[in-house]
């Protein structure tokens, strides 16, 4: 008889406690809280969608199903969701809260990046620490401190910015004792956290051993250096410098090297912030052979442009400034058919916002530009208006790259990224006839600027549920400073399933050591 998958496991143990808690009639309030029945909705998970009732209490979900009963006299809080989707909410897999970086702090903090999130659909997020002083555990506390006033669920992921055996010791205890599940390795950013070949394969070997996630961020560091200074060589200082000197197929170098040494140790990759199709093909071509790379595109990467570099007005143009660049027109497009036909796999937004007085610090040379964009309010309605609504991915899939696939890659679903009995009660409603505008001077970012600035589309969150409390209807936020709770990362998520076997059967293929009847010498 087959073993049950870790995921079957998990789908059984939610369902048995959802069952426990299901009053056999109906359904009531319980503990004195408000419990919510959002009724009339189309509810929606990555593999299938339904006309259902969803029934929450105590922050979970308690039952799906048509025509759902409350017990009267309980305190239920009934949402009408009629012509509507109810969605799991959005997984935010890449952000950059309260990050110190380029002789500044991002501008968003965890309550303000969160509230954004919050305001957008997104309910949770995983924000990436970094060591402190080389130390994996400094740099981890300080990240708890920065997160103190957070007011929903969160992840960590942890960079690795040196090497040494203290840094392989913790990253031990990062994954057994604080639910950390994936580490950072930079190929960019040569003199600061750029990381070398030989550190690289010595932290995908601790990454496989360990079941975390080797996550990189690929561009060739050496050759950007190179590249930048032969834009300042030219007397080229200005924005538009910063996508010159780090051209695409400098990204797609460092992809496929990464690709092929993780390859080498056999343990699976993801790749950050893919911006190119450059890197984009690498990334199929390896999954073509078999190998498990998983490659996640950004908003922007996706529906934005170089040419706003170019523009005259340095405020306009250094707003764009991230690294990888943002890329000429016709690598977005290519990057979407990616995503639809599922070469990537889930949409983060690298959200890393700086005001243009902290973007001003390049004002006389773009190396000092301080590397970021905004992104997670604006994630999920832009994905909609222009994947959704073009008929590029199904009302599903959209499911599965804003947050399904983000809690399987991370190890927490069926708790996360779906709506099943069970599963935490963080929960979208999209009035898919609703309509948004961006603008800084709305969105929730304490950013001065925004790179999707006067976009406007179709696809509006309504409401957005995180762990069973309504924290944005009505275009208001109705959150409290500390709230947020720190979700723990398993290890060997599926990704790793059959590593061992491959491992063997490479082992066995090698016909060697050969015994041979004579000593050499």
């Not at 779906?418 to 001077?441: C, T, V």
């Not at 069973?468 to 709230?483: A, F, M, Q």
Request: proline share 4%.
């Amino acid at each position: 008889m087959a073993t049950p998958s870790r995921a079957l496991l998990l789908l059984l143990a939610f369902a048995v406690a959802a069952h426990e808690r299901c009053a056999a009639q109906g359904l009531g309030g319980g503990g004195g809280a408000t419990s919510i029945l959002i009724k009339g909705g189309t509810v929606v998970n990555a593999d299938r969608e339904e006309e259902a009732d969803v029934y929450i209490k105590d922050g979970i979900i308690d039952a799906v199903g048509p025509n759902i009963k409350v017990v009267p006299g309980g305190k239920v809080r009934v949402i009408n969701a009629t012509g509507k989707y109810v969605m799991p909410g959005g997984i935010d897999p890449h952000t950059h809260f309260a990050f110190e970086f380029m002789g500044t702090v991002t501008i968003d903090d965890f309550y303000s990046g969160q509230a954004a999130a919050l305001a957008g659909g997104t309910t949770m997020h995983i924000d990436f620490v970094i060591p402190v002083n080389g130390s994996l555990a400094a740099g981890l506390e300080s990240y708890k401190k920065k997160a103190a006033n957070a007011v929903m669920d969160y992840g960590f992921h942890v960079a690795i910015t040196s090497w040494n055996d203290q840094v392989a010791r913790e990253m031990e205890v990062m994954v057994k004792k604080n639910g950390i599940n994936s580490f950072k390795f930079f190929m960019a950013y040569k003199g600061s956290l750029m990381l070398t070949d030989d550190i690289l394969l010595q932290g995908l070997k601790k990454c496989k051993s360990l079941g975390a996630l080797a996550m990189v961020h690929a561009e060739n560091g050496d050759a950007v250096a190179e590249g930048q200074q032969r834009m300042i060589d030219f007397g080229i200082t200005g924005p538009e410098g910063h996508a010159l000197s780090r051209p695409p197929y400098l990204e797609g170098e460092a992809t496929s090297r990464a690709i092929r040494l993780a390859k080498f140790i056999n343990t699976p990759l993801y790749i950050v912030h893919v911006m190119s199709i450059d890197a984009m093909e690498e990334i199929a071509k390896a999954k073509r052979e078999g190998q498990r790379v998983i490659g996640e595109p950004v908003v922007s990467g996706l529906v934005l442009n170089e040419s706003w570099l170019w523009d005259p007005d340095f405020t306009v143009a250094s707003k764009y400034v991230m690294s990888p660049p943002i890329r000429e027109a016709g690598h977005g497009k290519a990057l979407q058919a990616a995503l639809s036909s599922g070469i990537l796999q889930l949409v983060g937004t690298d959200h890393c916002a700086f005001n243009s007085t902290q973007k001003a610090l390049g004002c006389n040379d773009f190396r000092k530009i301080p590397n970021g964009v905004n992104g997670v309010e604006e994630r999920m309605h832009i994905i909609w208006d222009s994947m959704v609504e073009t008929g590029k991915i199904s009302v599903t899939d959209y499911v599965k790259v804003t947050s399904t696939e983000g809690a399987k890659i991370f190890n927490i679903y069926p708790q996360k990224g779906a709506i099943l009995e069970g599963s935490d009660a963080d929960i979208i409603i999209l009035n898919p006839k609703g309509r948004f505008a961006i603008s800084a001077s709305t969105d929730h970012s304490r950013s001065n600027t925004n790179v999707y600035e006067g976009w406007k589309g179709k696809g509006l969150v309504e409401v957005t549920i995180s762990r069973g409390r309504v924290v944005w209807e009505d275009g208001k936020l109705n959150i409290t400073p500390g709230t947020g709770r720190y979700v723990k990362l398993p290890p060997f998520g599926y990704v790793f399933d059959g590593i061992e076997k491959s491992d063997a059967a490479y082992k066995a293929s090698l016909r060697a050591p050969v015994q041979r009847g004579k000593v050499c010498g």
